[in-house]
């Protein structure tokens, strides 16, 4: 079977013969064959066994012709080369035992060493690598969620003792910031070597913040992340949820696809960051629990909003829920690679 290089040449906004697809959270908790798996083995003892791993990996690519595998793993893991320690709870995520809470808390940490602390995710995508015949994305969580988790202990609905951290102790803030950013940037290299065709930056929680703070409290770290992958050659996509009032300054960080939530219209999110750059999304995935009439009406609604333009990769907006039928998901990966729109008036965009 030839390599489906489709999903690659929209992240470089070339010209494909169908709109890629992929879906984030694809691999895990929808599947019946993954909670099998769950039945017998915990989530942080299938992250650690490089076979179980890819096994997860390939088990939405054997249901539905999606345009890139996204590696099965979790943005947490390098906390505990960090020496974090932690435990990785399904439908809550990585729980810290000892929260980052001030200065003398960050001297505990150290940085990151992929190649010594996390072998076995570097062993997965090698495994991937020798079987897939789609691109394998790897993944990394951005600098700012990853301090949300180390200060807040676990995921949170307003992150508000991250933002007194960042406020109240700039200091430590900044210390904690530059070592998160060195140890993201160790990884995201690490996993490039390894194998991975494009990577995601998820700075899942970046949308808390309001552009003053986050100019100066986290873009700094993340463009010197950016800059650091985008040296692997790799195609980098950047995603974060309530983004809209920060999309020209995600853009500026220089990454090849700004990802999408489903709260901004695709169109005019792309139109603001000039076509300068691909874009991913952005279909609500709550739309995936409701009849396929309803799902192909709001996916339709999404392509017309890209135009036809090249670089657009569909996906949803925020990860697949556990209620999603995987037979939804099927249908609708064939009705986007059928689907087709005249291209743009020459001109705009």
């Given at each position: 079977?030839?390599?489906?290089?489709?999903?690659?040449?929209?992240?470089?906004?070339?010209?494909?013969?169908?709109?890629?697809?992929?879906f984030?959270?694809?691999?895990?908790r929808?599947?019946p064959?993954?909670?099998?798996?769950?039945?017998?083995?915990?989530?942080?003892?299938?992250?650690?066994?490089?076979?179980?791993a890819?096994?997860?990996?390939?088990?939405p690519?054997?249901?539905?012709?999606?345009?890139?595998?996204?590696?099965f793993?979790?943005?947490?893991?390098?906390?505990l080369?960090?020496?974090?320690?932690?435990?990785?709870?399904?439908?809550?995520?990585?729980?810290?035992?000892?929260?980052?809470?001030?200065?003398a808390?960050?001297?505990?940490?150290?940085?990151?060493?992929?190649?010594?602390?996390?072998?076995?995710?570097?062993?997965?995508?090698?495994?991937?690598?020798?079987?897939?015949?789609?691109?394998?994305?790897?993944?990394?969580?951005?600098?700012?969620?990853?301090?949300?988790?180390?200060?807040?202990?676990?995921?949170?609905?307003?992150?508000?003792?991250?933002r007194?951290?960042?406020?109240?102790?700039?200091?430590?803030?900044?210390?904690?910031?530059?070592?998160?950013?060195?140890?993201?940037?160790?990884?995201?290299?690490?996993?490039?070597?390894?194998?991975?065709?494009a990577?995601?930056?998820?700075?899942?929680?970046?949308?808390?913040?309001?552009?003053?703070?986050?100019?100066?409290?986290?873009?700094?770290?993340?463009?010197?992340?950016?800059?650091?992958?985008?040296?692997t050659?790799?195609?980098?996509?950047l995603?974060?949820?309530?983004?809209?009032?920060?999309?020209?300054?995600?853009?500026?960080?220089?990454?090849?696809?700004?990802?999408l939530?489903?709260?901004v219209?695709?169109?005019?999110?792309?139109?603001?960051?000039?076509?300068r750059?691909?874009?991913?999304?952005?279909?609500?995935?709550?739309?995936?629990?409701?009849?396929?009439e309803?799902?192909?009406?709001?996916a339709?609604?999404?392509?017309?909003?890209?135009?036809?333009?090249p670089?657009?990769?569909?996906?949803?907006?925020?990860?697949?829920?556990?209620?999603?039928?995987?037979?939804?998901?099927?249908?609708?990966?064939?009705?986007?690679?059928?689907?087709?729109?005249?291209?743009p008036?020459?001109?705009?965009?």
């Amino acid at each position: 079977m030839a390599f489906n290089d489709r999903f690659l040449r929209a992240c470089r906004r070339e010209p494909v013969d169908a709109t890629p697809v992929w879906f984030m959270r694809q691999a895990g908790r929808y599947l019946p064959e993954y909670r099998t798996l769950r039945k017998r083995y915990g989530f942080l003892e299938l992250c650690r066994q490089p076979e179980l791993a890819a096994e997860i990996t390939c088990m939405p690519l054997r249901r539905f012709e999606v345009d890139a595998a996204i590696l099965f793993s979790d943005l947490s893991l390098p906390f505990l080369g960090m020496g974090v320690p932690l435990t990785l709870e399904e439908g809550t995520g990585p729980v810290i035992e000892a929260p980052i809470r001030r200065t003398a808390d960050i001297a505990r940490l150290r940085v990151l060493e992929p190649e010594a602390d996390l072998p076995f995710v570097l062993e997965t995508i090698r495994l991937l690598r020798a079987e897939l015949r789609v691109p394998l994305i790897g993944f990394i969580g951005g600098p700012f969620t990853m301090a949300c988790y180390l200060v807040e202990g676990r995921a949170s609905r307003d992150f508000s003792r991250v933002r007194a951290l960042m406020f109240q102790e700039p200091r430590a803030w900044h210390a904690l910031m530059a070592l998160l950013t060195e140890s993201l940037s160790r990884y995201a290299r690490a996993q490039a070597a390894a194998g991975v065709h494009a990577l995601q930056i998820f700075e899942s929680w970046i949308g808390t913040l309001n552009p003053l703070d986050y100019r100066m409290f986290v873009h700094p770290y993340l463009q010197r992340l950016m800059e650091s992958v985008c040296l692997t050659g790799i195609p980098v996509i950047l995603f974060g949820t309530g983004t809209a009032a920060l999309l020209e300054d995600l853009a500026e960080t220089g990454g090849t696809v700004i990802g999408l939530d489903w709260r901004v219209p695709l169109d005019q999110a792309w139109a603001r960051l000039g076509y300068r750059v691909a874009v991913q999304g952005n279909l609500d995935p709550a739309v995936l629990l409701t009849p396929f009439e309803v799902v192909a009406a709001h996916a339709e609604r999404i392509l017309r909003q890209a135009g036809g333009r090249p670089g657009h990769i569909f996906n949803t907006g925020h990860g697949l829920l556990p209620e999603t039928p995987p037979d939804t998901v099927a249908r609708l990966v064939d009705w986007i690679h059928t689907y087709r729109l005249d291209p743009p008036v020459e001109g705009r965009g």
